[in-house]
C-alpha cells in the first residue's frame, strides 16, 4: 500500500525528488527485512490452527483439548508440549497417546483432532508437580513454527 502511494504522488506531482526515491526504496527494504525475519511465506499463511481448551475437575484434572485446522492447507502437528510453570520455575513434557505415538498428525483444512490431558499421570510420577499453579498447552507445527499457546490457570493460591 505505501509502495503504490509513492508511485501515485510521483505520477501526480511529475519528476521523483531524491529523497523520495530514498524513502521509498527504505520503505522497501524495510518490508523485505520483516518478511525475511519472521519467515512467514505466503504458503504459511494459509495454515491456520486454533486450539480450544476447557478444564474438567472431576475426581482428579484433566484437560480437554481441540485441535482445529481452519486453513486452506493441511498442517502436520508435532507432539503438543505441556508446561507446569509457577512464577520462578517451570517444567515441561511432550503429551503422547498410552496406544503410541500418533504424532506427527495431519490435520487437513475444516478438520478437528480432539484428545484429552490427565493430570493425574504426571501428578503421580511426580509429585512437585501439585506446587504449579498454571499449566500452558503448546503446539508446534512439524517444521518447529509456533502455532499455538493457550495457558489454563490450575489454581489461584
Keep these: 500500500m505505501?509502495?503504490?502511494?509513492?508511485?501515485?504522488?510521483?505520477?501526480?506531482l511529475g519528476e521523483?525528488?531524491?529523497l523520495s526515491i530514498i524513502m521509498l526504496f527504505g520503505l522497501l527494504v524495510l518490508f523485505l527485512a520483516i518478511w525475511l525475519i519472521t519467515g512467514i511465506s505466503p504458503k504459511q499463511r494459509y495454515k491456520k490452527v486454533y486450539v480450544r481448551t476447557r478444564l474438567?475437575?472431576?475426581?482428579?484434572?484433566?484437560l480437554n483439548v481441540t485441535v482445529e485446522s481452519s486453513g486452506k492447507l493441511p498442517v502436520e502437528i508435532d507432539a503438543p508440549e505441556i508446561k507446569f510453570y509457577d512464577a520462578f520455575s517451570s517444567r515441561k513434557f511432550i503429551i503422547r497417546n498410552k496406544?503410541?505415538?500418533?504424532?506427527?498428525?495431519?490435520?487437513?483444512p475444516r478438520t478437528n483432532y480432539d484428545f484429552k490431558v490427565d493430570f493425574e499421570r504426571?501428578?503421580?510420577n511426580d509429585t512437585t508437580l501439585r506446587k504449579y499453579k498454571k499449566v500452558e498447552l503448546i503446539i508446534r507445527e512439524k517444521g518447529g513454527r509456533l502455532l499455538s499457546s493457550t495457558t489454563t490457570r490450575l489454581r489461584y493460591f
Design 99 to 108: 496406544q503410541g505415538n500418533q504424532f506427527p498428525l495431519t490435520l487437513y
Design 122 to 124: 504426571f501428578y503421580l
Design 56 to 62: 474438567v475437575k472431576k475426581p482428579y484434572l484433566e
Design 16 to 18: 521523483p525528488s531524491k
Design 2 to 12: 505505501p509502495i503504490l502511494l509513492a508511485y501515485a504522488y510521483i505520477v501526480l
